[in-house]
């Protein structure tokens, strides 16, 4: 079974899900890939290893492309100017012309370098995503953005550019970490209390419903269930001057998380906490009240505990944030499940009350696996 | 007097050619730069110096908008991704939010610069181009090319990025030393014989007519008209996969020229002298005969001799020009002045013998100056 679906974004694209080198070949002949003068497979060490990057190589080899691997260090230190600089001026080395395509083969870190670099190389080249993470399979390849960390913050640099086609193969899927798994899946249950989608209730059995071995039409259901909601989004609001602000509904705390633990604490496990705490500013506000499903979300999706910091070090971490607009934070909320709204008027007195919910709740349920 | 030229673009902007700062001033008026919530002016220390960018910084207070400058070093070495690095780690560094705008003060490699740092800071922010020299005013400033430099050759790493709007304050040519100026004359005949432009003759005085002193209404006609030429094909064409290639006439041998040289050699010598290559081609295949006013614009503007190399040196570097398409290169001929034609098929032996005949012709007129 194979799913495609369409961002209509300009140029629009297609989001292709399905397994086997079959979904591979088709996505890639969807977009006439065989007319690249070259292309660059950018990968990381992580994914090479598994076996991802040679299932691409060879579907491209078979188009008659001549194919050229760059790889980086896995991890997130390799979103940096460094490391995109090394992929740029390597482009430029190996002589790649203007019909030379590139094509990242990884998580969210590889596919966010390699599309900055595909913007930026001779003012933009093609570009295919095939994401291997089910993050970046529901997330980060939807909606075009690509991007690098500055020192004041992750993600201040980059540029929106759209792939010509993703390909998410979810055989990848088997081979991720459990946690690796698990922070994909506070982002697709972010985007099912978006929409109310009917697979949410998907996640609310043992371990959320999600294991590797899932079986391949299961997961590509899921996925493509997740990416419309994203595709959605994005093609109603391709710059992020609207409603693409829903998608960072748990979000605003999640950077703040992260930016607080110098980056040591993962992705999923941020935006888990984080819509937690959403859930706790909506109750206070008399909306919604989702607080048992985030918890018990955050309890089975977090690896770390809360950083025991005063909520004002967050709030100065919130304060520079590059959504933020003339100076205030924003938050999503969920008016219900399924209606999100923007606010930017949440006192400070309703977020710091907030913040010792959200940590008595889960501060202590680490202190009693600690005394375990 | 005053000229307003629409760059047709998506998205679109104009051009404003004047003098002094009620331009500047009713520029930024029309585009509302009111409500940005910061602008970053980005300038050199030449620039600066002649107190451009000071006018720039009043006329941006004025308007109630907070002002911070960042002074790159003058000269092409600040068109690197170190330089840019530092650009874009400033901007998150002063925490500027999206409704931020940038302003390039400047010439060309400011303008590509600043313009790469506006395109790539949180993925695009409004920008602003207030050209100072003649060559950025007619070219630079007109078509949203922004870029630096990779190791291995020159403009292969940027973005397209439009301008909110591009003010060209012809105040400012009076400080240009003559070497500069003739350089941007070299770019604006160039346009003239694009479209066979009936104000080519104002070229065809003592100095080409051109000095500093000119007065205004002089300046801002010929601007006007050069830019109009720019806009018009660029328009047609944004994304240079067509006819935007005229604008590369004389460019072919002029960026070998300059690699040729390590960059030594100033872009408005090198293509002035690619200016009267393209001439000895066109006449050797046969097309119209506009030598005698080529090889005159080299004879002025030129200031440095041609570099006394084999012509198959600068082949090699022509075969890794980013503008070149399955392994041809590309060269743009006048069938007659006013009628730009690509041709890819010149035959080795015809590139040889006009790059001799180019040779004999600037190698014999510096020989006799250094005899004097």
Same mark, same amino acid.
């Given at each position: 079974?194979t799913?495609?679906?369409?961002v209509?974004?300009?140029p629009?694209y297609?989001?292709?899900v399905g397994?086997g080198?079959?979904?591979?070949?088709?996505?890639l002949?969807?977009?006439?890939?065989?007319r690249?003068?070259?292309?660059?497979?950018?990968?990381d060490d992580? !994914? $090479? /290893?598994?076996?991802?990057a040679a299932?691409?190589?060879?579907a491209w080899? +078979?188009l008659?492309?001549?194919? %050229?691997? &760059?790889?980086v260090?896995?991890?997130?230190a390799?979103?940096?100017?460094?490391a995109?600089?090394?992929?740029?001026?390597?482009?430029?080395?190996?002589?790649?012309d203007?019909d030379?395509w590139v094509c990242?083969?990884?998580?969210g870190?590889?596919?966010d370098l390699?599309?900055?670099?595909?913007a930026?190389y001779l003012?933009?080249?093609?570009?295919?995503?095939?994401?291997t993470?089910?993050?970046?399979m529901v997330?980060?390849?939807v909606g075009?953005?690509?991007g690098?960390n500055?020192v004041?913050g992750?993600?201040?640099?980059?540029a929106f550019?759209?792939p010509?086609?993703?390909?998410a193969? !979810? $055989? /990848?899927?088997a081979?991720?970490?459990?946690?690796?798994?698990?922070?994909? +899946?506070v982002?697709?249950y972010? %985007?099912a &209390?978006l929409?109310?989608?009917?697979?949410?209730?998907a996640?609310?059995?043992?371990?959320?419903?999600?294991?590797?071995?899932?079986d391949?039409?299961t997961?590509t259901?899921?996925?493509?269930?997740g990416v419309?909601?994203?595709?959605d989004v994005v093609?109603?609001?391709?710059?992020?001057?609207?409603?693409r602000?829903?998608l960072?509904?748990?979000?605003?705390?999640?950077?703040?998380l992260?930016a607080a633990t110098?980056?040591?604490?993962?992705?999923?496990?941020?935006?888990?906490?984080g819509?937690a705490?959403?859930a706790?500013l909506g109750?206070?506000?008399?909306?919604?009240?989702w607080?048992?499903? $985030?918890?018990?979300?955050?309890g089975?999706?977090?690896?770390?505990?809360?950083?025991?910091?005063?909520f004002?070090d967050?709030?100065?971490?919130?304060?520079?944030d590059k959504?933020?607009?003339?100076?205030r934070?924003?938050?999503?909320?969920?008016?219900?499940?399924?209606?999100?709204?923007?606010v930017?008027d949440?006192?400070?007195?309703?977020l710091?009350?907030?913040w010792?919910a959200?940590?008595?709740?889960?501060?202590?349920?680490i202190?009693?696996?600690?005394?375990a």
């Amino acid at each position: 079974m194979t799913e495609r679906i369409r961002v209509a974004l300009e140029p629009a694209y297609d989001v292709w899900v399905g397994s086997g080198r079959d979904v591979l070949d088709a996505a890639l002949a969807s977009v006439d890939a065989g007319r690249a003068s070259a292309v660059a497979v950018i990968t990381d060490d992580n !994914v $090479a /290893a598994a076996g991802h990057a040679a299932r691409v190589t060879g579907a491209w080899r +078979a188009l008659g492309v001549p194919v %050229h691997v &760059l790889e980086v260090a896995s991890g997130e230190a390799s979103k940096s100017v460094a490391a995109w600089a090394d992929l740029v001026e390597g482009l430029a080395t190996l002589g790649l012309d203007r019909d030379a395509w590139v094509c990242a083969v990884g998580g969210g870190v590889v596919g966010d370098l390699a599309g900055f670099a595909a913007a930026s190389y001779l003012r933009g080249v093609r570009f295919v995503q095939v994401p291997t993470t089910l993050l970046a399979m529901v997330d980060a390849s939807v909606g075009g953005k690509t991007g690098i960390n500055a020192v004041a913050g992750k993600n201040l640099i980059g540029a929106f550019w759209q792939p010509q086609v993703v390909v998410a193969d !979810v $055989a /990848a899927l088997a081979t991720l970490p459990p946690a690796v798994l698990r922070e994909g +899946a506070v982002e697709l249950y972010k %985007h099912a &209390l978006l929409v109310d989608a009917p697979w949410r209730a998907a996640f609310h059995g043992a371990s959320f419903g999600l294991s590797p071995s899932l079986d391949a039409a299961t997961w590509t259901e899921l996925i493509a269930d997740g990416v419309r909601v994203k595709a959605d989004v994005v093609a109603a609001d391709p710059l992020e001057r609207g409603v693409r602000a829903y998608l960072n509904l748990g979000h605003t705390l999640a950077h703040a998380l992260e930016a607080a633990t110098d980056h040591a604490m993962a992705h999923g496990t941020a935006v888990a906490y984080g819509l937690a705490y959403a859930a706790l500013l909506g109750h206070a506000r008399g909306l919604a009240d989702w607080r048992a499903d $985030a918890f018990a979300l955050a309890g089975w999706a977090a690896d770390a505990p809360l950083p025991d910091v005063p909520f004002a070090d967050l709030r100065a971490f919130m304060a520079r944030d590059k959504k933020r607009r003339a100076g205030r934070v924003r938050w999503v909320l969920l008016e219900r499940v399924g209606q999100p709204i923007v606010v930017d008027d949440v006192p400070d007195d309703v977020l710091d009350a907030a913040w010792h919910a959200l940590h008595g709740q889960f501060a202590a349920r680490i202190h009693e696996e600690d005394s375990a």
